[in-house]
């Protein structure tokens, strides 16, 4: 009796090895970027005289919260830190989402004199370092009077080129029949604005709001320029200002950036379908 045989092309067999080839690579990729954050927890929960043993333990054998119960107890001021850079980054991430997202919709919809020369200026201003604006930018944040104030955070980040662009980018792949559907149905400029533009752009919105906010999130140089007292630091700046002069508490210092990157993390997972349609449509339409 004939023994039936599937068979396999080698085409097919190629393909396999290149699966395999495929997600071995993703998961070494994924494991390489997430290791910073499971070290980052795991010397959290490390007590301080073990962080720096040689070799260190990869896994917490003697793991507690020890770190965090010191944290609460030594910076006092370690909640008015979080809801500091809280504040600062909503507020700069809503600015950045409504005006980054009008001005990309007036450089993508509309035709006004010298609309193309305005926006290469302003883009080409990515070329300039962020470092050569901080003393200009501090004398005039002196001159208003908001030094060591929040809102020498808020202010200055109102509005970014690199969202300008994102938004004018993702704006001109939206069909101009919608607009104009609007505006014959009675609706004003703004209302075009709001009721087409705006949930249309949900994906772009989602991506830029992850970038603002974990950018102004992590930032440090210019809170610790313009903030001098304790209680108006932001995370970042308190973290580092638990840093002694001649020893580091590492354990301590890592269960303060652990619980800093807490936020983050949810911030991310709350705005990751709008992150990922983003860059999907963005690969397929461009």
Do not use: C, N
């Given at each position: 009796m004939a023994v039936a045989t599937k068979y396999v092309?080698?085409?097919?067999?190629?393909?396999s090895w290149l699966s395999i080839l495929a997600w071995l690579t993703l998961i070494v990729t994924v494991v390489i970027s997430l290791w910073p954050m499971y070290w980052l927890f795991v010397t959290a929960l490390t007590?301080?005289?073990?962080?720096?043993?040689?070799?260190p333990d990869l896994i917490p054998i003697n793991g507690s919260l020890e770190n965090f119960q010191r944290l609460f107890s030594q910076a006092r001021n370690y909640w008015r830190w979080g809801l500091n850079s809280l504040i600062v980054a909503l507020s700069v991430t809503l600015f950045h989402i409504f005006f980054d997202t009008l001005a990309g919709y007036?450089?993508?919809?509309?035709?006004f004199p010298g609309k193309n020369i305005m926006f290469w200026i302003i883009l080409s201003t990515l070329m300039i370092p962020a470092h050569?604006?901080?003393?200009?930018?501090?004398?005039?944040?002196?001159?208003?009077?908001?030094i060591d104030s929040l809102w020498a955070l808020i202010l200055p980040g109102?509005?970014?080129?690199?969202?300008?662009?994102?938004?004018?980018?993702?704006?001109q792949t939206l069909p101009s029949e919608l607009e104009e559907a609007a505006r014959i149905d009675g609706s004003s400029e703004p209302g075009v604005f709001w009721h087409v533009i705006l949930p249309l752009s949900k994906p772009a919105l989602g991506a830029l709001a992850i970038f603002t906010f974990v950018r102004v999130w992590n930032s440090f140089l210019w809170p610790l320029i313009v903030l001098q007292k304790s209680i108006n630091y932001t995370l970042p700046v308190g973290v580092s200002s638990l840093q002694g002069e001649f020893s580091t508490d590492y354990g301590l210092i890592?269960?303060?950036?652990?619980?800093?990157?807490?936020?983050?993390?949810?911030?991310?997972?709350?705005?990751?379908?709008?992150?990922?349609?983003?860059?999907?449509?963005?690969?397929?339409?461009?």
């Open positions: 092309s080698p085409g097919r067999r190629q393909w007590p301080t005289r073990e962080t720096i043993k040689v070799p007036a450089f993508a919809k509309k035709q050569v604006t901080l003393v200009p930018l501090y004398i005039v944040t002196r001159q208003l009077g908001l109102t509005a970014d080129v690199f969202g300008i662009f994102l938004m004018r980018q993702y704006i890592f269960a303060g950036a652990a619980l800093a990157a807490l936020p983050m993390i949810v911030f991310f997972l709350v705005f990751q379908r709008y992150f990922l349609e983003g860059v999907r449509m963005g690969a397929l339409k461009g």
